[in-house]
């Protein structure tokens, strides 16, 4: 008993050194996030990170503000592992690939591709990119809450994208991950229906850097989305500027239908209609009207051969523009926005 009691007094005598112990621990992990956190702040430079904006496949996106300029912008972080590059002389060339590509990506001066205003490696390998901040949606969230689009509003996007990707492609840069989800469109300025492409040159050429592709690979970490790939990059064959127009026959067919050009349960199943399959004619799965000159156009930049399809996107953007009937306005455009969203809002979806 007497044992007992003295161990008892002991433990009561001691206590409080206990729960500082515990308590200090506590702090120190408090005090290890927040550092970790300004670390982070200081290796982006002059941005400050804010709310989370949204979640992707490659990471997070941030709003962000310059400190010097109070100017907002947009923060993605790309995690680590995204690059499948693992550690050592591997991730070192994924870095080296990352900067050149990035570079170029910041040169390109269209306006309708996302202005990149600065990026980095951070010191866990983390890429971060900081670009404008865009109000509105993309053409995945377009179709998702509103339907299948008329087909003169989806000639005024298809045009739009057209000038980004004639630039990009005259610069050397395939896109490689045209969809919907990379296709913004929202106000700026006092214009309305505005389109942005989203993740020029962003980790496309730094996932595999083995060279590596096959379609296996095509259906993990592979540059690209099953449903809008063109089968030379399924294959695992040199790509151009073409099969941006593949992915962009993909992205007209699904803003004219409201569905993907084909449907499969699984990415290898999908990649394999692509290789073999012919695409049912949009007409046929829309209640909308499509003039028959602009289903020509889209089934064209469906071919299965790159040469079969329009030679580059200022070619497919004329073709167009010359499609007959019905041409989409400024006043429509201004219309549907205060109709459908009548209030500015940043874009959740610059997360790729």
Not at 284 to 299: D, H, M, N
């Amino acid at each position: 008993m007497w044992e007992f009691g003295s161990a008892s007094n002991a433990l009561l005598m001691h206590y409080p050194d206990y729960l500082m112990v515990g308590v200090s621990v506590v702090i120190s992990h408090v005090v290890m996030g927040l550092g970790q956190q300004l670390a982070r702040a200081r290796e982006m430079g002059s941005y400050q990170l804010g709310e989370l904006l949204g979640r992707g496949g490659m990471g997070e996106v941030y709003h962000a503000r310059h400190r010097m300029l109070a100017r907002p912008a947009a923060i993605k972080l790309i995690r680590p592992e995204v690059l499948g590059a693992g550690d050592g002389a591997a991730a070192q060339l994924a870095m080296r690939r990352f900067r050149r590509e990035a570079e170029v990506a910041a040169s390109l001066r269209s306006p309708h591709t996302v202005e990149l205003y600065d990026f980095g490696v951070m010191e866990d390998n983390t890429l971060y990119f900081a670009m404008e901040l865009l109000e509105g949606m993309t053409l995945e969230m377009l179709v998702r809450q509103h339907g299948p689009v008329a087909a003169p509003r989806v000639i005024f996007f298809l045009c739009q994208v057209c000038e980004s990707l004639e630039e990009a492609h005259a610069h050397g840069l395939v896109h490689r991950d045209i969809k919907p989800a990379n296709i913004h469109v929202g106000r700026l300025g006092l214009e309305h229906d505005f389109v942005k492409v989203l993740d020029f040159g962003l980790v496309k050429s730094v996932v595999n850097v083995t060279g590596e592709s096959s379609l296996a690979t095509a259906a993990g970490l592979t540059p690209g989305t099953p449903a809008y790939m063109a089968p030379e990059m399924a294959l695992g064959d040199a790509v151009d500027g073409r099969a941006d127009l593949y992915a962009l026959g993909c992205v007209a067919y699904y803003l004219l239908t409201g569905a993907i050009v084909f449907e499969a349960e699984a990415g290898l199943q999908m990649i394999a209609k692509h290789l073999r399959t012919d695409p049912v004619p949009p007409s046929q799965r829309t209640a909308l009207p499509i003039p028959a000159e602009l289903e020509r156009l889209v089934l064209a930049c469906l071919a299965k051969k790159p040469d079969d399809r329009p030679r580059g996107a200022a070619e497919l953007a004329s073709a167009l523009a010359g499609v007959g009937g019905e041409v989409w306005t400024e006043e429509q455009a201004a219309e549907w926005w205060a109709a459908n969203v009548p209030t500015a809002r940043p874009a959740p979806a610059q997360t790729g």
